[in-house]
Every structure is written in C-alpha cells, then in structure tokens.
C-alpha cells in the first residue's frame, strides 16, 4: 500500500475504490480515476449496486475512498486513539450529538474501529480536507464546518453529521457498502 508523502506520511493512504458487487477489491497503492477506472460493473454502480471492499490491508489511521452511487464515501480505520477521542469528547462539543460508538463499526464483538461516512459537506456539499491529529478531523473548505473523526459536525455552518450509507462486514475482510444484509 502505498503512503501518503504530505502531512502523516505513515497513516494516510487515500484510495478510490469503484467496482461492483461481482468481485472484492485488492487494496493497491494508487489514487484510481473514478470514471475511468470502472470495470465491467459499471452499470451496476451507477445503478447503486453494492460496493465491495477487502479491508484486510488497510491500516489504522487509514483513509479510502469510495465511490456509491455517483458520490463519494470516506472509509476511516480508526486508531485506538481516535477512537478514545471521539468516545470520550464531551456532548457540547457537538451540533448533532450521537455517541461516537453509533458511528464506529467492526467486523466482530469488540473489534470497533471502523467509521465510515458521506465524504460531502452536509451544509452544501463540499468535500472537507482531512487536519490530521485534532478532534476536527475534517475542515470544510467552502464555508469552514468542521466534523471529528467520525464524521459528527462540531463547526458550522453545516448542523447535521456527514450520514452514513447502509453497510455490513460480510465477514472480517469484507466491507459491502450500499446494503446492510449479506
Ligand atoms: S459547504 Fe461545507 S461549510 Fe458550507
């Protein structure tokens, strides 16, 4: 897998993952087109079909993208310190408080690290910039929201959470985005 040289060389990988249904995803090191890089399953994304995503080699503190039904979605892998943080950030922080454990998912009992979440500003849809070790993970650079790693909004203008799409872990590699059943 490949680093991210700026900011967290060591944490941050950002990958763009579009496919169908039909196949997992080996997580490679590059930065996909999201168009160009569609397969034969093209149809069945644009259609909304499931996205699958091996999830086996991604790191803590790691980034992917993914792209369900026309728009993008950040997977995070939490740290165990992220984690921490965003359980034990105090409600006022927040605009749109839900426990961080709401947003926070695994595999397994116990193995909850992973939060995943609409990478588009929910005030009018701008892609926030990640800020790497503050409770405001995510800086909107439109109008200045910011949201923790989570994807709770503690700044506005935004009010609400960046949502979440339906997902399951079809088993401890595999993440499906796009259903919650398996
Ligand atoms: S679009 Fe994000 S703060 Fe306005």
């Not at 944490?11 to 090191?29: E, K, M, Q």
């Not at 792209?67 to 950030?89: I, Q």
């Not at 105090?90 to 193995?111: F, H, K, L, M």
């Not at 992973?114 to 009018?124: E, F, G, Q």
Request: negative net charge; hydrophobic residues 40%.
């Amino acid at each position: 897998m490949s680093e991210h040289t700026e900011g967290d060389p060591n944490r941050r990988d950002f990958l763009y993952i579009a496919t169908g249904a039909a196949g997992a995803i080996a997580v490679g090191g590059i930065v996909w087109p999201l168009v160009a890089q569609m397969g034969p399953n093209a149809r069945e994304v644009a259609a909304g079909a499931p996205v699958e995503l091996n999830i086996s080699e991604i790191e803590p503190g790691s980034l992917v993208k993914v792209l369900w039904r026309g728009a993008t979605y950040f997977v995070r892998r939490l740290t165990e310190e992220e984690v921490a943080a965003a359980s034990s950030a105090p409600q006022e922080n927040y605009r749109d408080y839900v426990p961080a454990t709401d947003r926070i998912a695994g595999p397994a009992e116990g193995s909850a690290e992973w939060s995943i979440y609409s990478a588009n500003c929910t005030h009018l849809g701008c892609i926030p910039s990640e800020v790497d070790g503050a409770l405001e993970q995510w800086v909107c650079p439109c109008h200045g929201s910011k949201f923790d790693s989570t994807g709770r909004v503690t700044k506005g203008p935004a009010a609400i959470n960046l949502p979440q799409p339906p997902f399951v872990f079809a088993s401890d590699e595999l993440l499906v985005i796009g259903t919650d059943k398996v």
